[in-house]
């Protein structure tokens, strides 16, 4: 079992950073791809980015792409979700997941996932 605890997020106004973190507990880290997807109010789950467990591999999502950026210390047992210039329509909760390929992320068929953690932009 692998379990997920995300953290970081909160309010914050347009143009503005944060940056979000996925601890994991349970089997080894550092053999499993990571990634992040967010739910927007109303509106269907979406793939934000993941990263493989050497960080070579790390797809992003169109949206956000030159925006955000995905990052994981091994050592430490996280990722990273590095958000920077934000905008209203990146208000969503915003969800860690886990697998053992990044493209089974990608596909959003991972079979770990956090309980989420909600970020709001304001305009």
């Known amino acids: 079992q692998v379990q997920l605890v995300e953290s970081g997020g909160g309010l914050v106004q347009a143009g503005g950073s944060l940056r979000l973190s996925c601890a994991a507990s349970?089997?080894?880290?550092?053999?499993?791809?990571m990634g992040w997807f967010r739910r927007p109010p109303g509106k269907d789950r979406e793939f934000v980015a993941a990263?493989?467990?050497?960080?070579?591999?790390?797809p992003l999502g169109e949206s956000v792409k030159g925006q955000f950026t995905i990052s994981r210390d091994n050592a430490k047992n996280t990722v990273y979700l590095e958000m920077n210039s934000l905008k209203p329509e990146d208000t969503a909760v915003y969800y860690c997941?886990?697998?053992?390929?990044?493209?089974?992320?990608?596909?959003?068929?991972?079979?770990?996932w956090g309980q989420g953690t909600q970020v709001t932009v304001s305009s």
């Open positions: 997941t886990a697998d053992t390929r990044v493209a089974t992320i990608v596909a959003g068929s991972s079979y770990y």
């Open positions: 349970g089997r080894t880290f550092g053999s499993y791809a």
């Open positions: 990263i493989g467990w050497s960080g070579s591999s790390t």
